[in-house]
């Protein structure tokens, strides 16, 4: 008996440890714990993203050290750094035979020196962009180290000013180079080893120079490499270099996207619908493109140029060869030639499509439509071109071809308000010079009744009647021009019907009378073209006429 009380006993014992109120109570208790234990590991997040470069807090020999005699120099930061691109960034001037190899110790750049440093001659170690942070690479900009092997640093200075040629604004982190005349080598593969980079404003400065003759140049580069490459970067230059005997400021350097002195082709394109496309690195004066093979093809070719003419589109009759050769020429001169060959699967297929600029199905009073052909126009059936106006025929509507764009034409007509409009080009409205049609189209619009348009009269008067000016209208920000004017004396220039906003004008002091504003040329030494803001902008409002008075001066 005593023996089957005591199972009782731990069987009811059993049942209240498994008690359901028991164990809700334990379900919550390890919840809280959890909880608990995820907050206690969870990591801040949030706050200002770190944009602060490191700090130098220790240089071992003390930078502007003389008569140094150091194997080692050790520069210590005040938080972990990296060195990107060291052997494009870190330079030594004047050169040493064996190039320096820093290194990376966790908050120091350890640097070995050679034996070979030369006597007496002052050493300028420049760091460029190499410097940053382990974490953000916060760059530390332009630091250079400096020691002498002898009693005496160099300690002349040259500081001045990047701007671009066409807007005059600042341009910063251009890469500003000097380069004694005896070795002058933006041109080659020798990259400059005295060089700094512009601040925010423009500004640079270089120091610890030595008494020479340089060349001075600024390169906005693409690959950083201190050698000019290509016209595709941008470069300011002195015509004449510089003898530094003393400190010398107020440089202004401007920069320009320069021209290449050989013609080269950039690309070249067989389309699918068999056109061909070829851009050139150089606008051409008098460009020719000749079909060499098959030589058929050549006669009744239909060729393009852009405005600048640096690049130009061809039109074929028959799109069943395999290969083309292809000669360029500018003032009959040769500059190149190309084959270019098919695919073995690739087929051609010719179109000719009708783009208009009608957004929102809106069409306005000053831009009116404008039609884009994808080839050649060689005719134009009116017939075929159906306007309806509330559902009336309208044939007062006016079609010309556009000055500048071959390929583009502007319909005009009084644009009513509150009318619905539908214009319709008939299959074969548009036809080309290869038996091609437009296909049939409809568009239906009304009038943008939203007009925000006004003029403004320039009355701009010149200093010098026997040469020529280009006065610009700008946008704001110098980037976009509205319209050029060619003029040699004072002259009353309407701009009708401008978008209202904020607008500028520049003077371009047109020396070649080229009516264009030409970039500058280093090979030649020749400076950009220049150019005059009239220093304030002003508001176009709509339905509102204005004069402005210029006073260009010499």
């Not at 470069?235 to 401007?254: E, R, V």
Request: hydrophobic share 35%; aromatic share 10%.
């Amino acid at each position: 008996m005593q023996e089957s009380s005591k199972i009782k006993t731990r069987s009811n014992r059993l049942k209240i440890g498994l008690n359901p109120k028991w164990g809700v109570f334990a379900f919550f208790i390890g919840l809280i714990l959890l909880t608990w234990q995820c907050a206690s590991i969870q990591q801040p997040t949030g706050g200002p993203r770190d944009s602060i470069p490191p700090k130098i807090i220790n240089e071992t020999p003390p930078n502007l050290t003389r008569n140094f005699n150091a194997e080692k120099i050790v520069i210590e930061f005040d938080e972990y750094i990296r060195l990107t691109n060291p052997l494009r960034e870190i330079s030594v001037s004047p050169d040493i035979d064996q190039p320096i190899s820093p290194r990376v110790r966790r908050r120091n750049i350890e640097i070995e020196l050679p034996d070979s440093l030369a006597e007496n001659t002052t050493y300028t170690i420049n760091f460029g962009k190499a410097i940053g942070d382990f974490n953000e690479n916060n760059p530390l900009l332009n630091y250079s180290y400096v020691f002498s092997t002898g009693d005496i640093i160099d300690s002349l200075a040259v500081s001045g000013k990047v701007i671009n040629a066409l807007t005059k604004l600042s341009e910063k982190e251009v890469t500003v180079m000097l380069i004694p005349t005896r070795q002058d080598s933006i041109f080659g593969k020798r990259k400059a080893n005295i060089f700094t980079l512009t601040d925010t404003a423009g500004n640079f400065q270089f120091r610890n120079l030595r008494e020479d003759t340089y060349h001075i140049y600024a390169l906005k580069e693409e690959n950083n490499d201190r050698v000019y490459n290509d016209p595709s970067e941008l470069i300011g230059f002195l015509n004449d270099s510089i003898t530094l005997a003393q400190d010398t400021s107020g440089i202004l350097l401007q920069l320009s996207r320069g021209i290449a002195r050989n013609f080269r082709l950039l690309d070249r394109k067989l389309e699918s619908n068999g056109r061909l496309t070829f851009a050139f690195n150089k606008p051409l004066e008098n460009p020719e493109i000749i079909i060499t093979y098959p030589p058929e093809l050549n006669e009744d070719k239909q060729l393009e140029y852009s405005v600048n003419r640096d690049s130009a589109v061809v039109w074929l009759n028959d799109l069943t060869f395999d290969s083309l050769k292809v000669r360029f020429l500018d003032d009959g001169n040769p500059l190149d030639s190309v084959t270019m060959r098919r695919g073995r699967n690739e087929k051609y297929d010719r179109d000719f499509i009708i783009t208009d600029n009608l957004t929102g199905n809106r069409v306005n009073r000053i831009r009116h439509i404008e039609l884009t052909a994808g080839a050649p126009v060689q005719a134009i059936d009116r017939s075929k071109i159906i306007l309806l106006e509330d559902s009336i025929p309208r044939t007062n509507f006016q079609l010309a071809r556009d000055t500048v764009a071959p390929r583009r034409f502007i319909l005009r007509y009084n644009w009513r308000p509150k009318r619905n409009y539908s214009l319709t080009f008939e299959e074969g409205a548009f036809s080309g010079y290869f038996g091609d049609k437009s296909k049939s189209v409809t568009r239906s619009f009304t009038l943008d009744e939203t007009e925000n348009f006004g003029d403004i009269i320039l009355k701009v008067n010149v200093p010098d009647t026997t040469l020529q000016y280009l006065v610009q209208v700008t946008n704001e920000k110098m980037d976009f021009v509205y319209r050029s004017v060619a003029i040699r004396g004072p002259s009353d220039i309407p701009f009708r019907q401008m978008p209202g906003g904020k607008y500028t004008v520049r003077i371009v002091y047109d020396e070649n009378f080229n009516g264009k504003w030409d970039p500058g040329n280093v090979y030649e030494r020749r400076q950009p073209e220049r150019v005059w803001y009239i220093g304030k902008t002003f508001i176009i409002r709509a339905n509102w006429e204005q004069e402005e008075t210029i006073n260009v001066p010499k």
